[in-house]
């Protein structure tokens, strides 16, 4: 394994980044691989600031790249002690027919929500980055949780999801994973991470991705504001016009243009909703 994550990472391969370290990634890969491959529908739940909206379009793309069956579902409040209640879950996911929920950023209020997902017959999993003196008994990935080796432990949630993404493209041989760094990049600096370990990694190979990107929706953004090559500067413009407002709509309605934007595979509508994101945050 150590040779083929070798050629799908980078040249300057550290054994570190491989994403098995980290404590539950088989579990969850094996969870997520019978939900692909016998179309169970797997709702992916974010929140709505810059870098959890980038972790939930790129995992949208390479579901959507599987043919997985998959809805997404925006959190309503971005503030770090916001939870999934049961409301959410009933609402947001048993409505949606979910059968695997993927909550990124955001965990369970209690353990009343687990069993809840039990009953209903979710499976869940969990990606958090933050310092914690438990254990849970569903499937999560955070590399300060007891127990986790993995060495890298202040990746943003978008960086987390990555290695999620990473461990996907190992077990169906997706050679091109690494054309996702452009949205992983733009997560990883809104969150402001420290500029070190993976995260110059990710940022430094995520430029160069950036530069070159077939996403439509940064594309648009990229043209429409005439950047003919990536910096701090212009990276800080996308953040900017990519992060959700509250003026017109509500902050999860805002949230779910920008992921259309992001996962768009239509140049016109890709133009349509930059032209309206502009216009929005002109209102401002």
Same mark, same amino acid.
């Given at each position: 394994?150590?040779?083929?994550?070798?050629?799908?990472?980078?040249?300057?391969?550290? *054994?570190?980044?491989?994403?098995?370290?980290?404590? &539950?990634?088989?579990?969850?890969?094996?969870?997520?691989? *019978?939900?692909?491959?016998?179309?169970?529908?797997?709702? %992916?739940?974010?929140?709505?600031?810059? &870098?959890?909206?980038?972790?939930?379009?790129?995992?949208?793309?390479?579901?959507?790249?599987?043919?997985?069956?998959?809805?997404?579902?925006?959190?309503? &409040?971005?503030?770090?002690?916001?939870?999934?209640?049961?409301?959410?879950?009933?609402?947001?996911?048993?409505?949606?027919?979910?059968?695997?929920?993927?909550?990124?950023?955001? &965990?369970?209020?209690?353990?009343?929500?687990?069993?809840?997902?039990?009953?209903?017959?979710?499976?869940?999993?969990?990606?958090? +980055?933050?310092?914690?003196?438990?254990?849970?008994?569903?499937?999560?990935?955070?590399?300060?949780?007891?127990?986790?080796?993995?060495?890298?432990?202040?990746?943003?949630?978008?960086?987390?999801?990555?290695?999620?993404?990473?461990?996907?493209?190992?077990?169906? +041989?997706?050679?091109?994973?690494?054309?996702?760094?452009?949205?992983?990049?733009?997560?990883?600096? *809104?969150?402001?991470?420290? /500029?070190?370990?993976?995260?110059?990694?990710?940022?430094?190979?995520?430029? /160069?991705?950036?530069?070159?990107?077939?996403?439509?929706?940064?594309?648009?953004?990229?043209?429409?504001?005439?950047?003919?090559?990536?910096?701090?500067?212009?990276?800080? /413009?996308?953040?900017?016009?990519?992060?959700?407002?509250?003026?017109?709509?509500?902050?999860?309605?805002?949230?779910?243009?920008?992921?259309?934007?992001?996962?768009? +595979?239509?140049?016109?509508?890709?133009?349509?909703?930059?032209?309206?994101?502009?216009?929005?945050?002109?209102? %401002?």
């Amino acid at each position: 394994m150590r040779k083929f994550w070798e050629s799908i990472y980078s040249p300057n391969y550290i *054994s570190g980044y491989n994403p098995f370290i980290l404590k &539950d990634m088989n579990k969850a890969i094996e969870r997520m691989v *019978s939900a692909i491959n016998n179309r169970k529908k797997i709702v %992916v739940y974010g929140i709505p600031n810059v &870098d959890g909206l980038c972790a939930i379009s790129s995992l949208i793309l390479v579901l959507k790249y599987l043919n997985a069956d998959i809805e997404y579902v925006v959190h309503d &409040d971005s503030s770090v002690k916001s939870k999934i209640t049961t409301k959410d879950i009933i609402n947001n996911v048993h409505f949606l027919g979910g059968e695997l929920l993927i909550a990124l950023g955001i &965990d369970l209020k209690s353990s009343e929500e687990e069993e809840l997902c039990k009953n209903l017959g979710i499976d869940l999993i969990v990606i958090e +980055n933050r310092d914690i003196n438990y254990e849970y008994d569903h499937i999560y990935l955070n590399p300060n949780q007891k127990g986790c080796q993995y060495r890298y432990k202040n990746l943003s949630i978008s960086g987390l999801t990555f290695k999620l993404m990473q461990a996907i493209a190992i077990y169906y +041989n997706i050679k091109s994973i690494n054309k996702y760094l452009d949205l992983i990049l733009i997560g990883e600096k *809104s969150a402001k991470t420290p /500029k070190k370990g993976e995260n110059f990694v990710i940022i430094k190979e995520g430029m /160069k991705f950036l530069i070159n990107t077939n996403n439509y929706g940064l594309r648009s953004i990229m043209e429409a504001y005439n950047m003919i090559s990536i910096n701090e500067e212009s990276i800080d /413009k996308i953040i900017d016009v990519i992060t959700p407002t509250i003026n017109v709509v509500t902050m999860t309605d805002n949230a779910r243009i920008i992921i259309e934007l992001l996962i768009t +595979n239509r140049k016109e509508r890709s133009e349509q909703i930059t032209k309206y994101l502009n216009k929005s945050k002109e209102n %401002v």
